[in-house]
């Protein structure tokens, strides 16, 4: 028996039509041609406008009748057209009075908000005509890709070691000897690196499509052009963003960028994509209307009474994320990235804006947050919140977690970078140290609640951290104006580059400590791209409009910093070797396995007796190995002895069980190779009593 829907009911010149189906948005295959569906709740009528690919003009304009439109969607099915080879866009006919916050205008043609591919920004850094009438173009995708049984990995959050990169950056410079610089596809060609650094987790910067050519202007300075290079700026949700992929100009991004996620989880690494969704590239009442603005602007903006924007996120305007219509593009969106693409988690920017209403106040109970936490589709998936935002709200501890969201910990940032450089107290940075009981325990978070980092796209490189006072974002045409000033950095004696053997030193040292700080800390760690390699930008703590060396990673530093790589490396492989630093569960200050020994205890210079007063610089602590995962399975006893005090300073170590020995396995204060051991190789510290630290250095040693 005959399918009926696969006859067309009405025409429009030559195409057959048929009334659509609303669900799901978006353009969809289905018998015998395409399902177009639109939502807006003010708009009078609306035409579905098609072009041949990259075409000038239209060919074909076909307007929704009356009768395909239920509730506020209009719906559609159009016969017989040449998928493979159209883009399509709307018009929205309605109301234009922007006090009242609508912004409808027939004459502009508008990007589909649930287009999987969007033409007109195909290859990286090509002038697109500002004069074509359609700049950013809705396609339609195929989901036919072969994932071989491939599926998220589920590695558990305790035992994930992120690393933070740029697409583009990361295989940009001439150096990386890829055969597609700056591509999804140059990636897979850089595995093997992954997987001898030992990280297991890669985070992506934004891949959404945006517009690079956004705000761009030549440089005062240089003259270069600045661009919109980090891409925080959201043209369409569902699309990857065709200038990162090597495929991009034959419309191929959905499968590189497919083949990317197989090839890393095949290699055990998951994929994080970092998204943004608390504002668009339309900007405020000055932007473009590519998307939103022209299809329902009073329903996806946060708009003040008098219809200008709310701008809670530093760039324009706000998404009204708590609206339910918007809820559920974010909703569509993440679940068609975990089921389609295989992506393992996501980290929200600025998600405190997530949790406010439409007029910016902070919801008890937000949700889209709850939503997310709670969708079946998205079970397994991590959840990671950037838990500020630029109007103010900072939620560090207190995110609505919903016993799922993992938080950006700015709180161990700061505390961290402050006692490196002897300005903190050893009460913050044990906290960090233990994965921030004092902000999650409470509300029976467990330290993979905190993800530790030091240093991150935005921001100081862990070089520059140590390098430079000051930021210095001239290169920025901003009269260094952007950008944070409160970096807790410290230059160890001269801004910037220097030749002073003692100041290179002491930064080379700070770095190690940096790293095995983060690396012994309970939570997840995080690691900042080239910081392993020891890569500046010149003390510029901003770079988010530069496709230049400033943002492209030197692989020549690889051989020149051959010893800070194998530090890092090495620090990896000790995390990942002793699951006493991996807890799913905070310390509970006590033994509760019988061994003799508190899970954890903190020391001092004194073995068992800690200082704790606020000009103290010193701190040790021991873990029990036999309380790792909460006892479920044994490791070695770990002493981690921290001095950041300038002088040199006599650590007395705490006593082991009478079979055990100490063996030393980092020492900051030595140069390498003895600045730190592979795993298993360690050697037997002589005095079995004490050791002597020197001034701003570490001593990790093992107990077996």
């Known amino acids: 028996m005959e399918r009926i829907d696969i006859h067309p009911t009405h025409k429009h010149g030559d195409f057959k039509l048929r009334v659509g189906r609303p669900m799901p948005f978006g353009a969809s295959l289905v018998p015998g041609g395409v399902n177009f569906s639109v939502f807006s709740s003010y708009a009078t009528s609306c035409t579905l406008v098609l072009f041949k690919r990259h075409a000038k003009e239209p060919f074909a304009e076909i307007p929704f009748p009356d009768e395909f439109r239920i509730g506020n969607v209009f719906s559609m099915t159009v016969f017989d057209i040449d998928y493979e080879n159209i883009e399509y866009g709307y018009r929205m006919d309605g109301p234009f009075n922007p006090q009242a916050g609508h912004y409808f205008d027939k004459t502009k043609i508008l990007l589909d908000p649930y287009a999987k591919i969007i033409g007109g920004r195909d290859i990286w850094g090509v002038t697109p005509d500002w ?58 060609e850089k595995i093997s690196y992954f997987k001898e650094l030992g990280v297991n987790a890669i985070e992506l910067m934004p891949i959404y499509e945006f517009d690079e050519f956004e ?113 559920n593009i974010v909703l569509d969106c993440l679940r068609y990235w975990a089921s389609e693409y295989h992506i393992d988690g996501f980290r929200f920017d600025l998600a405190a804006i997530l949790g406010r209403d439409a007029w910016g106040f902070p919801l008890s109970n937000p949700p889209l947050l709850e939503t997310l936490a ?31 969201w993992a938080e950006w910990n700015g709180k161990y940032r700061d505390s961290i ?47 520059d951290l140590v390098s ?64 392993e390699l020891g890569r500046s930008q010149n003390g510029n703590n ?74 103290c610089r010193t701190i040790a602590f021991l873990l029990c190995g036999k309380h790792a995962k909460a006892g479920s399975v044994e490791d070695n006893y770990i002493y981690v002895a921290i001095n950041m005090h300038w002088e040199a300073q006599w650590f007395e170590i705490p006593g082991l069980p009478e079979q055990l020995r100490w063996h030393i396995s980092v020492n900051t204060g030595c140069t390498s190779p003895d600045d730190i051991w592979e795993p298993g190789t360690e050697p037997k510290l002589e005095n079995q009593h004490g050791i002597l630290l020197g001034n701003r250095s570490i001593v990790i040693l093992v107990g077996k």
Not at 378 to 404: H, M, N, T
Not at 543 to 550: A, M, P
């Open 417 to 463: 970078r402050k006692f490196l450089k002897g300005d903190g107290t050893v009460g913050d940075a044990a906290q960090c140290l233990q994965g921030s009981p004092n902000l999650y325990a409470q509300q029976g978070r467990g330290p993979a609640t905190s993800i530790n980092f030091i240093t991150a796209h935005d921001g100081f490189t862990l070089a």
């Open 215 to 327: 705000h761009s202007h030549p440089s005062p300075i240089t003259g270069e052009l600045l661009v919109n290079y980090w891409g925080y700026s959201t043209v369409g949700f569902f699309a990857p963003k065709a200038g990162y992929a090597a495929t991009g100009k034959l419309g191929m991004q959905v499968d590189e960028v497919k083949a990317l996620v197989k090839e890393l989880h095949k290699n055990g690494l998951e994929v994080i994509l970092d998204v943004v969704f608390n504002h668009t590239a339309e900007g405020d009442q000055r932007g473009p209307t590519i998307s939103f603005r022209g299809l329902d602007n009073k329903t996806y903006y946060m708009l003040t009474p008098e219809g200008y924007y709310f701008n809670f996120s530093g760039c324009g305007n706000t998404l009204n994320c708590n609206n339910p219509i918007v809820r």
């Open 542 to 615: 901003n770079t988010y409009c530069h496709d230049n060396k400033l943002n492209w990673l030197d692989w020549d530093l690889l051989k020149t910093n051959a010893s800070l790589f194998r530090f890092v490396k090495n620090s990896i492989a000790f995390r990942n070797a002793h699951p006493v630093l991996r807890n799913k569960y905070h310390f509970q200050n006590r033994d509760y396995v019988g061994s003799g020994y508190a899970d954890i205890t903190w020391h001092g210079t004194q073995a068992w007796n800690a200082d704790w007063s606020p000009s």
């Open 131 to 188: 004069n074509d009438i359609y700049q950013h173009r809705s396609r339609i995708s195929f989901d036919d890709f072969d994932w071989e049984n491939d599926r998220p990995l589920e590695i558990p959050p305790e035992d994930q070691v992120i690393y933070e990169m740029h697409v583009r950056s990361f295989t940009r410079h001439p150096s990386s000897g890829v055969k597609h610089p700056g591509t999804f596809a140059a990636i897979r």
């Open 468 to 531: 430079y006072n000051e930021k210095h974002n001239e290169a920025n045409g901003e009269n260094n104006n952007d950008g944070g000033n409160d970096n807790d950095s410290w230059n160890c004696g001269a801004e910037g580059w220097t030749d002073d053997s003692g100041i290179n030193a002491l930064r080379s040292r700070q770095m190690r400590n940096a790293i095995a700080m983060l690396m012994v800390s309970q939570g997840v760690p995080m690691l900042l791209m080239g910081d």
């Open 374 to 404: 709670f969708d079946p589709i998205l079970a397994k998936c991590k959840l990671i919140a950037e838990a500020w935002d630029a109007g103010g709200l900072y939620q560090v501890g207190s995110f609505p977690a919903y016993g799922r």
